[in-house]
């Protein structure tokens, strides 16, 4: 809410309201009683944002390790800004938590500027850090009671080992805890002040197949608790696990934005069909005629693209409609991988730390 | 300033701190240890001869031979006073335990009584009465040594007479002299490695980012840190002082300037460890640094030794290194009652203490580049 003052355009008479930036108000004005539409100059802010960046740059003596990017986050969404180590996601991440300086650029968070803002909106935020290791002495219940204690707002500990499955842990101090265990608790430490925003910097590396699972289903818990979440991660399978909308970010630019689906129609390959051991190059032929893409495969496989599962019955119907015989069918869908590799010709998982 | 946030903090580093067998070993046990052995080793070497001042007004055949008598006993270590020196001065200032005076005119007195029978002269003896058991060694080779002389000269009757004079003088064995010295060591590597955990572990883990996302300010944080810090330093000092009292009976002035050097010790070391946690980001290495700093200033500040007894050129070196000035604070201030010069040094580490905690606390920061 902000104030602002009118000039009345029958009696002169000028008069204040109250109004948020942007919005238009019907007002009555005190003196003589005209009625009249004002708009509360300013911006006009988007409730539905959590984040919005723009034009956002950093520079580190030659190197431009984040170049020019601009995003929206949404309230509410598991946002993923995936790339590859040395993409320039922390640099990112952390100049939005106003650990890092920009070298040029705005940043949003919450409707706040973060240059001018960032005090004014801690309580509602909160962060985990890449590779971050809280204090060794600490139990876990005594780690969560601690860094809530920070905050104004607190959320109920108990809740929070409940929520995040830590109960039967609780007592262990922090240093005894597994890797995945640490993650956790540092996922869990982030909703100690029940925060709005919550940042995770890469909170699954280095974690097993089995404690990286947790971790997300944790993750995902954050979001059915409407919180939003910006998460980086260098895991494809992580961000089309959990993103409801993923910036792929390489060498300090966003290449490719939008939902996983939006990605994988425009950047990703058609979806192939396998048809194991069919030998018979009429069935090849047939499928061919009926308007597929068929290929044959060296091991006697014949390749089918199809724009979408659906088109597999289709394709199989056909296959039994001739009488042909196969042993199997396999389907490879395309992935981020995949989309990654067409955008930068290199593989996610394989880029080199520059 | 949130002054519950600030005691959240203090009372977590509290609760921390027992958990770490390491940190309650180094220091609480260690410096136990120390002072325990180097008492046992520098305490217990007990002399075999006794030193015995002179002071010989009469500078004369007689009076030489009464002191090269004294020094045949071969239990006497006969050490030489000028006839300038005010002698009561002289024992306060050098701490003289056992000191005979031979008074101008001990010769002629001794050759009058020859002629004159109520011709005599005394020796006088100045002795510390807490040193009894010393006192009644002297004292029987003295009087012996003087009726020997009796004996001889006169067949028996009392010429050379000794009156006694009790000195009080404070006794400082190395134990008093290592105390505090202890103290200004533990209070050192406390504070500078402390430092260096906060500023380059908590660094690498993150938390400093963490902490910097959330509403504590590095004020409150900083504030909390060093009360957790001066918490450490008086239990390490009462420990350092119930040793000393309980396992050699040493006599220390618990003052406000003791408390004073405490304080500004803790803020000082803490301040170098910044400054290195700035410079150097690893961990390791920043102790490694600390080592390379804290253990030569250790040897080099006089804390075992006292720095007059080193070469000239380590005394110059001592005089630059801020140790030295906590050792000779602390020494004054708590044991030697001295409290000019304990004024003196406490100021100069006042003055070392705002340096470099200052310093430290600009060149720290959360933020990353
Ligand atoms: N403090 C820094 N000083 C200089 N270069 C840095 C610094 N931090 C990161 N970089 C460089 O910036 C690039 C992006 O790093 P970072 O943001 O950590 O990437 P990511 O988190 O995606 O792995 C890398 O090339 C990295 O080496
Ligand atoms: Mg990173």
Redesign the pocket.
């Known amino acids: 809410m902000i104030e602002q003052r009118f000039k009345c355009p029958n009696c002169q008479e000028i008069a204040t309201f109250y109004g948020n930036p942007g919005e238009t108000k019907v007002v009555t004005c005190a003196a003589c009683n005209t009625k009249g539409r004002v708009i509360i100059p300013g911006e006009k802010q988007d409730n539905n944002v959590a984040i919005e960046v723009s034009h956002l740059k950093k520079v580190?003596?030659d190197?431009i390790?984040v170049n020019d990017i601009s995003f929206t986050v949404k309230k509410g969404e598991i946002f993923a800004f995936l790339?590859p180590?040395?993409?320039?996601?922390?640099?990112?991440v952390e100049m939005i938590e106003s650990i890092r300086t920009p070298t040029a650029g705005a940043i949003r968070l919450l409707g706040a500027d973060t240059k001018t803002g960032f005090n004014q909106i801690k309580e509602r935020i909160s962060i985990l850090p890449?590779e971050f290791h809280s204090f060794e002495r600490f139990t876990v219940r005594e780690t969560l009671t601690y860094f809530s204690k920070l905050y104004k707002k607190r959320a109920n500990i108990d809740e929070i080992l409940d929520a995040m499955d830590l109960q039967s842990h609780e007592k262990k101090l922090y240093r005894n805890l597994s890797g995945g265990l640490k993650q956790r608790v540092g996922v869990a430490l982030s909703l100690v002040n029940d925060p709005e925003i919550v940042f995770l910097d890469e909170p699954t590396t280095g974690l097993d197949p089995k404690a990286r699972r947790e971790v997300w289903q944790v993750i995902a818990n954050l979001r059915n608790k409407g919180k939003t979440v910006f998460l980086?991660t260098h895991y494809m399978e992580e961000a089309e696990h959990l993103a409801d909308h993923i910036a792929i970010?390489h060498k300090g630019k966003i290449i490719a934005e939008g939902s996983l689906q939006e990605l994988l129609t425009t950047y990703g390959e058609k979806t192939t069909l396998y048809i194991k051991n069919c030998h018979s190059e009429d069935a090849r032929q047939l499928l061919e005629e009926k308007g597929f893409e068929a290929h044959s495969s060296g091991n006697g496989d014949i390749m089918v693209k199809i724009d979408y599962k659906e088109k597999v019955l289709e394709v199989l119907s056909e296959l039994r409609h001739e009488c042909i015989e196969y042993d199997g069918v396999d389907i490879r869908g395309s992935n981020l991988e995949e989309v990654f590799l067409r955008l930068t010709g290199a593989r996610l998982t394989e880029e080199a730390?520059? | 300033m949130n002054l519950k946030i600030v005691g959240t903090d203090f009372l977590y580093s509290i609760r921390s701190w027992t958990r770490s067998r390491g940190t309650v070993f180094w220091s609480l046990l260690f410096p136990v240890m120390l002072i325990l052995l180097f008492g046992a080793i520098f305490s217990g070497m007990g002399e075999s001869k006794y030193t015995l001042y002179v002071q010989d007004l009469d500078n004369t055949d007689m009076s030489h031979s009464l002191v090269t008598i004294l020094n045949k006993t071969n239990v006497l270590n006969i050490k030489n006073v000028t006839k300038n020196d005010d002698i009561t001065k002289y024992i306060k200032d050098n701490n003289i335990k056992n000191l005979i005076v031979i008074p101008e005119g001990y010769e002629n007195d001794i050759t009058r009584s020859f002629s004159d029978p109520s011709a005599k002269v005394n020796i006088t003896y100045y002795f510390d009465p807490t040193e009894t058991q010393t006192n009644q060694i002297l004292r029987s080779v003295i009087s012996s040594v003087l009726e020997g002389l009796n004996m001889q000269l006169t067949q028996g009757k009392t010429i050379i007479g000794l009156t006694e004079q009790s000195t009080v003088t404070e006794n400082f064995g190395f134990i008093d002299f290592f105390i505090p010295g202890m103290i200004g060591f533990t209070i050192m590597q406390q504070s500078i490695y402390g430092s260096i955990e906060r500023n380059t572990k908590f660094r690498k883990d993150g938390i400093l980012r963490k902490l910097l996302t959330t509403p504590i300010t590095r004020s409150e944080w900083i504030l909390a840190k060093m009360l957790f810090m001066l918490f450490l330093a008086f239990i390490s000092t009462s420990v350092a002082i119930g040793v000393g009292v309980l396992a050699f009976g040493i006599k220390v002035n618990i003052n406000l300037l003791t408390i004073i050097i405490v304080i500004a010790t803790s803020f000082l070391f803490s301040g170098i460890g910044m400054i290195i946690g700035r410079f150097v980001k690893e961990e390791e290495t920043a102790d490694m640094a600390a080592g390379a700093i804290s253990f030569p200033m250790m040897f080099l500040a006089g804390t075992f030794f006292a720095v007059e007894s080193m070469p000239s050129i380590i005394q110059i070196i001592a005089r630059a290194l801020p140790l030295y000035y906590v050792n000779e604070g602390l020494r004054n201030a708590m044991i030697y009652m001295n409290q000019t010069e304990a004024l003196i040094n406490g100021g100069i580490v006042l003055i070392f203490a705002a340096i470099f905690f200052i310093a430290g606390v600009i060149l720290t920061k959360w933020k990353?580049?």
């Open positions: 580190y003596d190197l390790a790339g180590n040395g993409a320039g996601k922390t640099t990112t890449q980086t970010i730390e520059t | 990353e580049d």
